[in-house]
């Protein structure tokens, strides 16, 4: 089975347990450590990962496997509540199984979420970031292989990723909430190591912000399939390359669940704030 029918087998079952999808749904992806933004789903139905079929599981701590249907400030919302990474032996391909899902599906928009480290010297730990743009430095794609053509074009444009809207959006909702959120540019790299103070200067340098192990592939699958973008970063450690401190996978868990309420506040005042 190609990866398009084993998309259209899984979207099919998801039809059959939850009935047909509403239109204005919103997508969200959540990253390691943000239970705090499932919690906040109401009327939830979940269907676990290991239910749908061909959908690849993860066993990283800190990521939950089901999908969460329900409403977030009265909008339909589909939650994949943890994902897959590279670094656990997956394809970019199979890693974004689920952002092809959520395609199929027909969401409107698509939330995705991480937890990263804070490259900018500037940016604090326990604070959010909206993506504005990203470097996939992860040495794969999606899109490696046959081209679907129903999902979209073999080489689509990648000049504006992440939609301007929606990132309008959340500045404003979290200027409404007094709540500071930084704006910057993410890196993926493939894990699962965490990076050297070498690495973490270069990095820099390339102009990221802040630095992770998944999302950026995700961002590719979805601009491909025509889906608006908006990315939000759980800052859980600064990386300063002069002083680094040991950082443990642990650590940033901690760090995210302290933070997942104001991701939470902000995810549901964006789904609230419009149709895009």
């Known amino acids: 089975m ?4 084993t998309v259209r087998h899984s979207a099919s ?48 701590l800190g990521h939950a496997g089901f999908l969460r249907s329900g409403t977030l400030a009265g909008r339909p919302v589909l939650a994949f509540c943890g994902r897959v990474h590279l670094y656990e032996g997956f394809t970019a391909a199979e ?33 959010l970031m909206l993506i504005t743009d990203h470097i996939n430095l992860s040495g794969q794609s999606p899109l490696t292989g046959p081209n679907h053509e129903s999902w979209g074009p073999r080489f689509p444009d990648m000049s504006r990723v992440w939609c301007p809207g929606l990132l ?7 200027l409404e909430m007094g709540l500071a959120v930084e704006r910057g540019v993410y890196i993926q790299v493939a894990g699962p190591n965490l990076e050297t103070p070498a690495e973490t200067r270069a990095y820099r340098q390339f102009g990221a912000d802040a630095i992770g192990m998944s999302t950026a592939i995700e961002a590719i699958a979805a601009h491909h399939m025509g889906i608006p973008l908006l990315g939000i970063s759980c800052l859980t450690n600064k990386n300063l390359p002069d002083c680094m401190d040991a950082t443990t996978h642990e650590d940033v868990l901690r760090m995210a669940d302290k933070a997942s309420a104001d991701m939470a506040r902000l995810i549901e005042a964006v789904a609230a704030g419009g149709p895009v």
Do not use: M
């Open 2 to 5: 190609n990866h398009l029918e």
């Open 168 to 174: 309008a959006l959340a500045r404003a909702k979290a």
């Open 95 to 127: 890693a974004c199984l689920p952002i092809r899902v959520l395609g199929e599906l027909g969401v409107s928009a698509l939330v995705l979420t991480n937890a990263a480290g804070a490259l900018n010297p500037q940016f604090d730990a326990g604070s």
């Open 13 to 60: 079952y998801i039809r059959e347990k939850l009935g047909n999808i509403q239109a204005g749904t919103l997508g969200l992806v959540l990253g390691s450590g943000l239970g705090a933004v499932r919690q906040k789903i109401a009327h939830p139905v979940d269907i676990p990962y290991a239910d749908i079929p061909g959908l690849p599981q993860s066993g990283v």
